[in-house]
């Protein structure tokens, strides 16, 4: 009866491994179909195999000819705002990913230790004072990891020994609401008529405006925050077992918590420093992907990481072709997300029924 039960268990394995690599697979074919199709749509109707093609005689050097017009539209206008589309819905659902798992809570997002307060603070008191699009990035940036680090700090000021998972939720809740507040001062300080619309749109999100040069810069904090994440992706099932197990087994518990915070927040304040503040996707694309595809990290991060980055490349699409005026991006996220959600958290309900 044992070795009956350890066969079935064995093939039962084979069977979800399989039916993974499945889903794997069609998770980035339907990434490369949407990023296609998302140089396709937009006021300028231009049919995907003419994309591809465009895209082959730009980069590869074959193909035939297309219109100018065309041409300078899928490369120059479409092209870099995919391209920032895909690396912010990686980064946003990497980053959360990365904090559910290392704080065991599925309902944790990137923002959770106060980086999108701290770098909308920045963004806001750059626009304020009349800073250029570089200051402005720069500032949400370093902003965002001043948030971040005073919440580190202060958990660790607080409590030695203590539960460092709850201080820093805590103090990153308090870090959060006096950024928040800062953000409100300025906005009230503001000019109606000039400054307060800037600082408001700017909050809302977009990637209109983003540049090839933008996204050079923005591609070192993305490769720094995410390779070390993917690469220990397998510790992070270790520290799910809590402290005392996963110091038992030789993990540092300390440093594994400082570098995964550290990347996660590099990851988030870069987002918001190109793109403003983009709600829910940390949230809900790892939640997704947790409950297709099972809680095993190794898995979670890197498909989070593709899922992410379909979902904001269809959600961009959106943005810009529902209305005849662009839809904010972290409105349009706000508005699928949280009923998604319920969607997911109903499901699981009647699934553990």
Known sequence: MAALKNVQQKHGYEAHHVRNIILSIGCVALLCMLFILGLSVGRMSIAP???????????FGTGGSWSQAATNVVIDIRLPRVVAALLVGAALSISGASYQGLFKNPMVSPDILGAS???????????????????????????GFIAVMLTYLSARRIGRGSNQILLLVLCGLIVGTLFQAFVSVIKYTADPMSKLPEITYWLM???????????????????????????????????????????????????????????????????????????????IIPHLVRFIFGPDNRVVLPLSLVVGAAFMILVDMACRTLLASEIPLGI????????????????????QR
Do not use: H
């Open 205 to 283: 999100g977009s990637i209109a405006k983003v540049t090839w040069n933008d996204l050079a810069i923005y591609m070192i904090p993305f490769v720094v925050g995410a390779l070390p994440i993917l690469a220990l992706r397998w510790r992070l099932n270790i520290l799910s077992f809590g402290d005392t197990e996963a110091e038992s087994l030789g993990i540092n518990v300390s440093l594994m918590r400082g570098i995964y915070i550290f990347c996660a927040t590099l990851l988030t304040s870069a987002v918001v420093s190109i793109a403003g503040v983009v709600g829910w996707v940390g949230l």
């Open 117 to 143: 307060a701290g770098a909308s603070f920045g963004a806001a008191l750059a626009l304020l004072f009349n800073g250029s699009n570089r200051v402005v990035q720069l500032c949400a940036f370093g902003m």
């Open 332 to 351: 349009l996220t706000s508005i699928i997300g949280a009923p998604f959600f319920f969607a997911i958290l109903l499901q699981t309900q009647r699934g």
């Open 49 to 59: 195999g003419d994309v591809a093609g465009i895209l082959s005689q730009k980069f």
